[in-house]
């Protein structure tokens, strides 16, 4: 404990965990096993050992290692770029003249911009060790394709990196990184796969979607010798990497005394939320301490609050195991006026899990709310913050306010999880009041989940 | 003295610098004053007040205060993005099997993506202060222009900034920034300014010049009621902001007690490596220390180790006063394939009067190598890296395979100023093979040199 809290709180090296927390060990209830497509039954560790390495499938399975040590070399590079910092919000209470005490734990500052990273340079480790020649992914808005590049750039694998077409012509710099981390980055739908080929037949002017990059991206890691696909959010694995956010932030909040009421964070497929609250909710799991934890989603793709928890799809190509989770349906596609990412139509399994036994609540917000926020936060406290992290600001400011109606003093921890440098064309949309909502119907979105597999 | 040394060297917000260093006050001979153009005589209090604000101004003459007091509200400001962390290349040497140590100072932490905002958010204090309400600026590459609307947002000032045409074209993001933090930015040479105009009439599809964008910032600060003109280099000021960065590296080396060989870094109007150097110049002008001291420039635009060390005007439109300096003439202009900022055509009065006197060297490196030891950078260190650090890296690099070579132990810091999101055009650039490199001849240098105003 300590009575002098500075803006940044940085952890030494000392104090990095060296043990990525599982929080499945905690759980009474585990989250349901991915299913076989064709036969409907769990998946079995060979199956899955063709699509993902033999560690991270090992990892997937692990419902009751609590504590998963963190091998060197990925420390070493987390070193690179972690501990991340916890900022005291100063800027910002004093702008809103609330009495909460507001926390970010900050994960953009390093050159992939996002939490990303956390968990590709954990997923490309395991591919070299087990000698594999590279990996293949997709990337829609990018984030995820950027930090995997420069994760196989460190180790010297190879990456094909699918990425929607539209993305790949939009978002020209993110190719760009991508390739100068030594990525081959190809626009989807390619003329490299089945699938592929399939499609640009089918429909010569298609721009792609992030379904059919999946779909290409599991074949191509199929069919090439030497090679596994790998996602950066939904997984298990990827939610076990991303509790390294969680645990710095608890290490630093424990150092000063400080438990916080309520932990916010935006929530697509889930990896950030997952990693943030990983160690908090053990805590709360194991009664050991209670917090409000909120996700936060876009009003455009709002899985947790206006979907339904059932097996699904992964993918739109029906390709992929089903997961149970709360899903809009596969084929669901958020309106083409939302910007950034978090257009995931289903949600972690351990994060449908955990909000269906009423642990963590959700709430969803329009995008011209969230790019108010965003600016507001720019200004105040100095970082331009990644549309996606927005999300949590907006939610951050608004329970900051019912404080100062309220006169509460409750300590807010929210996750920024990157910046918004190559959002600008989103944010110049917004500078320029050409931002509009679009909020699903709900006959859109019991169309797309009449589709779901009976299971 | 600690025998641990981390990765990354962060100070308490207690080891924080209160004060910025002055150079000056420990040099024997004073850089040269600035000349009024018109009468060639030192420029007064009174005309430079007219341009600048009232205490930059005072910090612009004071050649014999050692340490200005930093004000609170600067520090609390640097409090959001500062300290910087002093980072060990450990993998950068693992790469080149150097016995060298290498450390960098990373500026690139906050959302301009670089050191400017050091300066800029002094500045903007000062115009607050003042009571203005606002400020001009001219900006070419962009970091100057981002930086500064930053902290002109953060005080709510005015914040015009011209921005060079074909930039203004080709950077939409950059402009976005700017426009995010609430600044005007007017595309130059623009119908706001009599210049503006007068270029537009005779040269109607002028793409712009850095020196016409400066003599429409400074017109335009001249003309309105409470408007001052702000630059981000070059002057002596500048360089006194930017002793921060020196600063913070001496405590952090000195806490571990490491004495460095060799500080490197670019050099384009100085601000960065004057900052940097600055209180381990101190020492080597009081005799305490010395230091090996190596500017970077690019080949394309040659100042120090090719320019002239004469009166000559800051800026090509020939409306700004005379400095001291080594210049390549106020007409010159480094060629349309030069990427990137460092294309100032002169250098800081005080880093000339240091060279000239033998305290610093210079190198000038050609931009295919400045990308390739870019690109080698970022993928082992994680960072991509401005075109204009990478300068530093090259030499750093060169310095370190020499070390490798003659077994040499060496100890070498430098300068990592920024990051590369928005210069991801040059990257493609280099990653296509479609980047050349352009070294200025002698005739080119001799024509625009034989333009400097007779003093």
Redesign the interface.
């Known amino acids: 404990m300590n009575d002098k809290i ?3 709180i ?1 952890l ?2 000392d104090e990095m965990p060296k043990n990525w927390y599982n929080v499945r060990a905690d759980m009474k209830e585990k989250p349901a096993p991915l299913l076989n497509p064709a036969t409907k039954e769990p998946m079995t560790r060979e199956e899955l050992s063709q699509v993902f390495c033999e560690e991270l499938v090992n990892q997937e399975l692990d419902n009751d290692t609590r504590y998963i040590e963190i091998p060197k070399e990925i420390r070493d ?1 987390y ?3 972690r501990p991340s910092p916890l900022v005291r919000a100063y ?1 910002l209470e004093k702008e809103l003249q609330t009495p909460a005490k507001i926390y970010y734990k900050f994960e953009g ?3 992939s ?1 996002s939490h990303k990273l956390n968990s590709a340079i954990a997923q490309a480790y395991y591919a070299k060790k087990q000698g594999l020649k590279g990996v293949t992914t997709e990337t829609g808005a990018g984030q995820w394709g950027t930090a995997l590049s ?1 994760a196989t ?2 180790f010297g694998l190879d990456c094909k990196v699918f990425m929607v077409k539209c993305s790949y012509e939009q978002k ?2 993110r190719r ?2 991508m ?4 990525a081959e980055v190809i626009p989807s739908p390619s003329m490299e796969t089945n699938i592929g080929r399939q499609i640009n037949k089918e429909l010569p002017n298609s721009t792609g979607s992030l379904g059919c990059a999946i779909s290409e991206a599991v074949e191509a890691a199929v069919t090439n010798e030497g090679y596994r696909y790998v996602l950066g959010s939904v997984l298990n694995q990827v939610l076990l990497h991303q509790s390294i956010i969680g645990q710095e932030t608890k290490i630093a909040l424990d150092k000063y005394g400080i438990k916080p009421d309520m932990i916010i964070g935006c929530a697509g497929g889930g990896s950030n939320l997952g990693g943030l609250i990983a160690p908090f909710m053990g805590e709360k799991l194991r009664g050991e301490n209670d917090y409000e934890i909120i996700a936060v989603e876009p009003a455009s793709c709002p899985s947790l609050t206006r979907g339904k928890y059932v097996y699904d799809f992964c993918d739109t190509g029906c390709i992929c195991p089903l997961a149970k989770m709360y899903t809009l349906g596969s084929k669901f596609m958020p309106s083409a006026n939302h910007a950034g990412g978090l257009r995931y139509h289903g949600m972690s399994t351990i994060l449908s899990e955990l909000y269906d036994k009423g642990l963590i609540k959700a709430v969803s917000v329009e995008q011209t709310k969230v790019f108010e926020a965003a ?1 507001l936060f ?7 913050p990644a549309p996606e992290s927005s999300h949590a600001i907006r939610t951050t400011i608004d329970e900051a306010l019912k404080c100062k109606e309220n006169n509460e003093e409750k300590t807010i921890v929210f996750g920024l999880t990157g ?1 918004g ?2 959002d ?1 064309v989103a ?2 949309k917004f ?1 320029d009041g050409e931002m509009s909502d679009y909020i699903p119907t709900d006959e859109d979105i019991q169309k797309t989940l009449a589709m779901c597999p009976k299971v």
Chains 1, 2 share one sequence.
């Open positions: 500075p803006y940044k940085y030494s090296e590079f070193n690179m770029y800027f500052n390093n050159t911009g420069m750039g460190y020209p710099f760009e990184v390739r100068t981390y030594g600016k720019a200004r105040v406290e100095g970082i331009l910046t440098y190559f600008l944010y110049q500078n």
